[in-house]
């Protein structure tokens, strides 16, 4: 019986145990995590109590379990260099070295890595160090631009203009806001048209796709709000997206295989894990946005429960280097996700209220995200709750399962009604029809 070791404790990590424990190996869990998700804790062998970059704490546990492998939910451990000390120790991961991460944890990394390897999907961009400059930078992307900080900010270090920067003296502060706390910043053009994940298994030298999804960053209904770290996603039955053509997401794989290449020839070593590209789709083809190097959380809620393939197998295929003699096959159905999250998130989300959760109708999933358990049932921990998946046939049947499943949590948190609905894929599509003059 294999034995893994699973860094993280949210939604994202309590289907990644899920889909482990589907594996014909019957493997053990040893999960460790900064809070007890009740999810996971059912699904674990084991689980240490700690944060996810604690080197001490992981050390120990990491002796006393003697895994087969590891595999990093979150993007912290990968950018601190978890895997890197689990490796000293003799312990292999299916998740990036510290160094090839960089492609999540530098903004200014992939922009040049894609640049001096000639890679398609760059937008215009400069990397500043000062503000020398920046305000004419600015004033040349005719005020369609997007500042990046250069580190790692829970996905909300990206300000785009006319979103979240009214104007080029607001850009011009958030970008001098980078540098003092990164010591640099990004600045690069803004791209018209829609998003979508492509998320792929690499071992280093081959990439495997799988289902793309798009995600929801606003708080709200319509696309309004705040940004969040992801209130919702959908995925369809062909694994494409109503607004994308197959030449788009052929683009879009050429990019991270190419890009998989670059990082080999310019670290000297190989990215194993999982390359998840935000692309998007604009007048001409396919823009990259950024690189992750993990799974995205809520997009692994949507792919992971429609895989067939054995997933301890694909680890091992990716960390032996043998990823193209591994099947992997998904399921051609259609999810919706939709997250329930604290009211008031995500500037002043309630924490310590309780809620309560109705038994889930057939063909819904349900992930736990932050919450705690107390001996009288489960507290709001301030971020995003709990994640509610709706598989079927199509969008409408998925949507509604997500719907009914979703509005069966109760308590003070909220969720987006819209998302995978109809009339808001509808827009999408209608949008790209003009972006492309269709």
């Known amino acids: 019986m294999k034995k893994i070791l699973l860094l993280g404790n949210g939604a994202r990590e309590h289907v990644i145990a899920e889909t482990f424990l589907r594996s014909a190996d019957r493997p053990e869990i040893f999960v460790v995590g900064k809070t007890k998700n009740p999810g996971l804790a059912k699904l674990a062998m084991d689980y240490l109590l700690a944060d996810v970059c604690d080197r001490d704490a992981i050390r120990e546990f ?23 000390m689990l490796l000293e120790m003799g312990i292999k991961s299916a998740s990036p070295l510290q160094t090839v991460g960089r492609l999540e944890s530098s903004k200014s990394f992939t922009r040049n890595l ?44 990206v300000k785009v203009s006319g979103d979240h920067l009214a104007n080029m003296d607001e850009g011009g502060s958030y970008a001098k806001e980078c540098i003092l706390e990164c010591g640099k910043v990004v600045i690069e053009e803004k791209f018209i048209g ?75 070593s190989h990215f194993k894990g999982i390359m998840y ?81 109705g038994e889930m109708p057939e063909g819904v999933r349900m992930y736990f995200g932050s919450v705690d358990e107390k001996e009288d049932g489960l507290y709001l921990a301030g971020s995003r709750a709990v994640a509610v998946v709706g598989i079927g046939d199509d969008v409408s049947a998925a949507e509604k399962l997500a719907e009914e499943g979703v509005s069966l949590i109760n308590g003070p948190v909220f969720h987006r009604k819209d998302i995978g609905t109809k009339a808001l894929i509808d827009s999408k599509v209608e949008m790209m029809k003009e972006v492309r003059g269709a």
């Open 62 to 84: 990491a002796h006393k379990v003697k895994p087969d492998f590891a595999f990093v939910g979150p993007e912290a451990p990968i950018a601190y260099g978890i895997t890197d």
């Open 194 to 268: 829609q998003e979508f994940s492509l998320m792929s298994f690499c071992d280093g030298d081959n990439t495997k796709d799988m289902p793309a999804v798009q995600d929801h960053k606003r708080a709200f209904d319509g696309d309004s709000g705040p940004n969040t770290g992801g209130m919702g996603t959908y995925s369809c039955a062909n694994h494409s997206m109503p607004f994308l053509t197959e030449s788009d997401l052929r683009q879009a794989a050429d990019i991270t295989r190419l890009v998989a290449k670059a990082l080999k020839q310019e670290t000297q």
């Open 277 to 357: 590209g935000g692309f998007i789709a604009v007048k001409d083809g396919v823009r990259l946005i950024e690189y992750n190097a993990r799974f995205g959380d809520p997009e692994a809620m949507n792919v992971l429960p429609l895989l067939k393939s054995d997933f301890v197998e694909i680890c091992e295929a990716i960390i032996s280097g043998d990823l193209n003699n591994v099947k992997i096959e998904f399921e051609n159905k259609t999810t919706v996700c939709k997250y329930a999250v604290p009211n008031g998130y995500p500037d002043e989300p309630v924490k310590g209220e309780k809620i309560e959760i």
């Open 114 to 157: 894609l640049e001096k390897y000639a890679i398609p999907g760059n937008p215009k961009f400069k990397v500043f160090f000062s503000e020398d400059g920046i305000r004419e930078f600015l004033e040349s992307l005719e005020g369609n631009y997007v500042v990046k900080a250069d580190g790692l900010k829970g996905g909300k270090g």
